[in-house]
């Protein structure tokens, strides 16, 4: 009918095969739901996650990209089709007795925990055990918790939590600085319940085949990262200032509207910024700055040609309505896209972290790539945020 949007994800790129699987620890909304994305062994029942999880989440991005809410239920399907990720569903954890590398990923507005999975799968393709959040503090276009933390009392009942909007009235620093430290102080507790996790003692409230006991001692947790996408890229950067943990990290296109001042002073780790070449304002870009300034190994760069959507999984968008969904379309290709922020947070990683040799440079790059990577900060972008 040339209707329906099309998604497709590219192939992982790094040595090792990749799955994913979802973990909810806590029944309340005080617990943690992350998807969980792995360097995996061999699997011969192949099943691939749906990209659109629940038909829920379905109805809510509808809503959250402003759709007439009488029609979406009707028609959501038919729109969004089911996209696939191109990774098979909790397939076993690679067996082994080395310790992997740690990413926290924080989702931007209105996304939810698989709107990353493209970069998420490549950054386990080299190594990295990412746990992928979905936060609950209503910056999600729709998530869900239990409403009973007595697993006796089944079928527990799900509570869902809608998105937030700014009221008439409402200051909008004064929501978004609140969910900020939510969104931060979430970040800081999927790292305790990993560490759970890594001892063995935790429990999956959802069903799932994936063994979490295949994970026991095999996280390294003095190679921590945090990383995260526009409302996810100041979440990142709060959470350096809440948890000791984290060694680095790599904020995307970061939305610095929400992060007060008072924040910066205590944010002294290394911090990447990849910038998109339209969305940054001047006065993003120096708060970019005053961060940096507190610490050397800092930096920032930008992917021309790109947009801020160019960072998410909607960048491989096609179909009939694709157009009025990424508005504006990008110039970059969203694979090249993907490979210079793949490769340059590999990069700047591998610096920090300390991870094997076997990370692709960004000489690995193609020249026609390479030239799209802009050091440093161009300030002459006004755009709205």
């Known amino acids: 009918m040339g209707v329906q949007l099309s998604l497709k994800l590219p192939p992982v790129t790094g040595p090792h095969p990749v799955s994913c699987t979802d973990i909810m620890v806590g029944h309340s909304k005080e617990g943690s739901f992350f998807r969980l994305f792995y360097p995996c062994g061999s699997s011969h029942d192949v099943q691939y996650p749906m990209w659109l999880p629940r038909s829920e989440y379905v109805t809510a991005l509808a809503k959250y990209l402003g759709w007439d809410s009488s029609i979406t239920p009707y028609i959501s399907s038919l729109i969004f089709g089911h ?12 067996t082994g007795v080395d310790k992997k590398p740690l990413i926290i990923f924080s ?12 970069l998420c799968m490549q950054l386990a393709s080299h190594g990295f055990l990412v746990a992928a959040l979905e936060h609950r503090d209503g ?8 409403a009973d933390d007595d697993p006796t009392n089944a079928p527990l009942k799900e509570v869902w939590v809608p998105f937030s909007k700014v009221e008439v009235g409402m200051k909008e620093f004064y929501l978004r600085n609140y969910q900020l430290h939510h ?12 560490r759970d996790i890594n001892a063995g003692v935790v429990f999956n409230v959802l069903k799932s085949d994936f ?8 996280m390294d947790f003095n190679n921590v990262a945090i990383m995260g996408h526009s409302f996810g890229g100041a979440s990142t950067l709060l959470s350096l200032a809440k948890d000791d943990t984290f060694r680095c990290a790599i904020a995307l296109d970061a939305w610095m509207f929400p992060l007060e001042d008072a924040s910066y002073t205590n944010i002294q780790k290394p911090i990447l910024f ?12 120096q708060k970019m700055k005053r961060l940096n300034a507190g610490n050397r190994e800092s930096k920032a760069i930008t992917i021309l040609g790109s ?6 999984d909607s960048a491989f968008l096609s179909g009939f309505l694709a157009d009025r969904i990424l508005q504006p379309r990008a110039k970059l290709n969203p694979e090249q896209c993907l490979q210079a922020t793949i490769t340059s947070a590999l990069s700047f990683l591998q610096k920090h972290l300390d991870l094997p040799g076997n990370i692709p440079s960004l000489d690995s790059l193609s020249e026609e790539i390479r030239a799209c990577i802009l050091s440093d900060f161009p300030i002459t972008n006004s755009s709205k945020l």
């Open 183 to 194: 969104r931060a102080n979430e970040c800081v507790r999927v790292m305790q319940i990993l």
């Open 307 to 312: 947009v801020h959507h160019s960072l998410s």
């Open 139 to 146: 910056s999600a276009c729709a998530t869900y918790h239990f």
């Open 83 to 94: 996209p696939q990720v191109p990774v098979p569903w909790s397939a076993p954890f690679v």
């Open 274 to 285: 990849i910038n998109a070449e339209h969305f940054q304002t001047t006065s993003s870009i």
């Open 211 to 218: 063994d979490l006991q295949a994970l026991k001692g095999r």
């Open 107 to 118: 989702h931007g507005l209105g996304a939810f925990r698989t709107v990353y999975s493209a």
